[in-house]
């Protein structure tokens, strides 16, 4: 799957900054961001990347405002990240620089403006983030409609009328008009077929009565651990062409387990970082892991367990100090933010390498 990261700068009236894709001919309206390349150790670091090559500065940026997992039929499905930006300063916005090739022209439009302008996805995306309240963030969306607690603070309605750039008035860098239209460099499936790549799962957090958590042990494999004990989070790898991570996490459950369980709330967010980011960790590409809550089991969902034998060795259910030593480092931070999730309100703790992201 693709991920990429945009960026929500408000003006503190109220009003939110779209610009104008040159190269986009169908859709010409978005928001500030860009795609993810190999070397972004984050989405948050994309983020920052593509604002500075795009506008020209470095974003000051607040929280994740959501998360939303799209599928799609003529491209790859995509997990696109919103972050908060602080108002831009008036220094800011003295230095403003766009990248001509990359934006054709900007404005500040309300919510009901932008609601319209931008295409219907990214309008319901965006709309998501604007309409919610902040402490309720991060946001889940999946195919950019509320999903888990943002269905506690928003309620599913029709998208706004699409109007595209029909009277939209745009300003253009240092004074020049906007850009007109330009062809892009590749065609729209070149560049779909170079655009790199991740992959993502979806594990469980599960807790007895007394605060245990249940951990499995796969079956011993070419990964982390080779012939050594390596223990997870039920789950495993989500189907990104053809299922939603809600989806993965509850046919993971019922394939590894035998149980049928519907996912909580959504936890945490842990980017892996591959090793063009991060040469240490080996991996070929990131990793994008979706920890959602699966409550409180009982002895009888214990005692109806039916493992995968094919997949998985055994099963514990482990005290923090345990559960600490039988995890690697960055499962059991992750293990760890997932648990101090449970106990606040809003949306999911986001990491990197199990840590808070910066």
């Known amino acids: 799957m693709l991920a990429a990261s945009g960026v929500l700068f408000p003006d503190g009236r109220g009003n939110l900054l779209v610009v104008r894709l040159p190269y986009e001919k169908k859709h010409p309206l978005s928001i500030p961001g860009g795609g993810w390349e190999y070397t972004d150790l984050s989405p948050r670091r994309t983020a920052v990347r593509e604002i500075a090559e795009e506008l020209g500065f470095t974003p000051r940026l607040g929280p994740l405002a959501c998360i939303d997992w799209v599928l799609g039929r003529s491209r790859p499905p995509i997990a696109a990240h919103l972050y908060w930006a602080e108002p831009l300063t008036p220094q800011e916005l003295a230095a403003f620089t766009p990248d001509t090739l990359e934006v054709g022209g900007w404005t500040w439009l309300t919510p009901e403006q932008a609601g319209h302008a931008l295409p219907p996805r990214l309008s319901r995306r965006v709309g998501a983030c604007l309409r919610a309240p902040r402490e309720a963030g991060p946001l889940e969306l999946e195919d950019s409609l509320p999903a888990g607690h943002t ?204 840590r808070p992201s910066v």
Request: aromatic letters at 6%.
């Open 151 to 354: 269905l506690d603070h928003l309620t599913v309605g029709p998208p706004p009328e699409y109007t595209g750039p029909a009277g939209v008035t745009l300003a253009g860098a240092n004074g020049r008009p906007p850009a007109g239209p330009v062809d892009p460099p590749l065609d729209r499936d070149t560049y779909i077929a170079t655009r790199p790549r991740i992959r993502a799962k979806a594990r469980t957090l599960f807790t007895d009565a007394a605060g245990r958590v249940l951990l499995v042990r796969l079956r011993p494999w070419s990964g982390p651990g080779g012939e050594e004990p390596y223990w997870v989070l039920p789950g495993g790898g989500i189907e990104a062409d053809r299922e939603l991570p809600r989806a993965a996490a509850r046919r993971e459950i019922r394939e590894e387990l035998g149980w049928e369980c519907e996912p909580g709330r959504l936890l945490a967010l842990d980017w892996l970082p591959g090793r063009a980011a991060d040469p240490e960790t080996g991996r070929d590409t990131a990793v994008l892991v979706y920890v959602f809550d699966g409550g409180t089991v009982t002895d009888g969902q214990l005692a109806s367990m039916v493992m995968a034998e094919d997949e998985l060795v055994e099963w514990r259910l482990c005290e923090a100090a345990e559960a600490r030593a039988l995890l690697s480092g960055a499962s059991w931070a992750r293990t760890a933010a997932a648990l101090a999730t449970r106990d606040r309100a809003g949306g999911p703790a986001e990491l990197v390498g199990g």
